[in-house]
């Protein structure tokens, strides 16, 4: 495949939800037609794309209908199958990000072991896959503990707190007995996080820090830029740096921190792909987050990231969306609505960036 690939070729993206149907709208800015590759039928990506393909991430029948018509293929979500990627690359696909970058984040105690060999901070974790182990972890890192499935689970699922030592076993069951990582809590004074990118070439582009507000394990609200010292978003920068590098990444990634009190950041985990604490791009810088992926997947330079705006983000879940009438009316807010047919409650619907100068007071 030819680099820098030129506009009207066609990239592939596994995934159908919101995160792709962004990617499909900036791949079309950019010149480029999109093929979604989403089990379910009338998917938020594929009622915008130039070619959808309805199946299973792993069918091989699918993945080579896919490879038919586009040669570049990135991803939208990080519970890709490996096995969805090696088929592809097989078939001579090139992939972006790279499986190793998959492969770290699927797993959380991976995700956390390589971090730590990059020399990038992290809470103490331990690894548990009985009840025993469960149990033993609990009273190796002292109570209480975050208890999460190794793989899968997000905004708050497949995961739950343990108190004391004797509750090990019981969580343990309860999130289905299969392999654990045990978090010990971390004594943060605010979550932040950064969107960062690398192009094919090495080119670094890090947007300015968020700050993240979660209720029930799922993102509310960011705002940013942040408030922070120069100290603090260098630090953050650095550790960007090192993850991007470390994993010869190629596109967006977003990373997720946690401030200590003493100024220090550790990584709470990190997405391979564009993500939700980077929707204020959208309105908030010349290039969003989402055109920087496919600008860096394709080969391209990769653009700009001063803040231009400030911007609070608001997640819109469940029938909140109904709101849209009202919210389209407000001067500053800019809505951004993901096509989804069924408002269910807690399902991520839109969201709304309200945007105000960067001499802003409230900042």
Request: proline share 6%; glycine share 10%; charged share 25%.
């Amino acid at each position: 495949m030819d680099l820098p690939l030129a506009p009207g070729a066609m990239i592939g993206i596994l995934g159908g939800g919101q995160l792709g149907r962004m990617l499909a709208l900036a791949a079309a800015r950019l010149g480029f037609d999109v093929a979604i590759l989403e089990p379910e039928p009338d998917s938020p990506a594929g009622r915008v794309a130039a070619h959808a393909i309805r199946g299973p991430y792993d069918d091989p029948r699918a993945l080579e209908a896919l490879a038919a018509v586009a040669g570049l293929v990135t991803y939208e979500f990080e519970n890709v199958p490996a096995s969805a990627v090696a088929h592809l690359i097989a078939q001579g696909v090139e992939v972006a990000p790279n499986g190793r970058a998959l492969a770290v984040a699927q797993d959380r105690v991976e995700e956390k072991t390589f971090l730590n060999s990059i020399g990038v901070a992290t809470v103490a974790f331990a690894q548990a896959d009985s009840d025993e182990t469960a149990s033993a972890a609990v009273a190796q890192l002292g109570a209480p503990v975050l208890m999460k499935t190794r793989r899968e689970g997000y905004d708050g699922k497949g995961q739950r707190w343990v108190e004391h030592v004797a509750d090990a076993a019981a969580a343990f069951e309860a999130l289905g007995g299969r392999p654990v990582i045990l978090e010990a809590p971390a004594d943060f004074v605010r979550e932040l996080s950064v969107i960062a990118a690398r192009g094919r070439d090495g080119e670094l582009a890090i947007y300015p820090l968020a700050e993240n507000h979660h209720e029930n394990g799922v993102l509310r609200r960011s705002v940013a830029p942040a408030a922070v010292t120069p100290a603090l978003a260098e630090q953050a920068e650095r550790i960007a740096a090192q993850i991007l590098t470390g994993l010869d990444y190629v596109g967006v990634i977003g990373i997720e921190l946690f401030e200590l009190p003493d100024g220090r950041l550790l990584v709470n985990e990190i997405a391979p792909r564009v993500h939700n604490t980077g929707h204020w791009t959208m309105d908030g810088c010349e290039v969003d987050q989402f055109e920087q992926h496919i600008r860096a997947v394709a080969g391209w330079p990769l653009g700009p990231t001063a803040a231009i705006a400030r911007v609070e983000m608001l997640n819109l879940l469940g029938d909140e969306v109904e709101a849209w009438a009202k919210l389209a009316g407000e001067p500053e807010t800019r809505l951004h609505l993901y096509g989804k047919r069924d408002a269910k409650p807690g399902r991520k619907m839109g969201h709304v960036n309200r945007v105000s100068p960067l001499a802003d007071p409230r900042r």
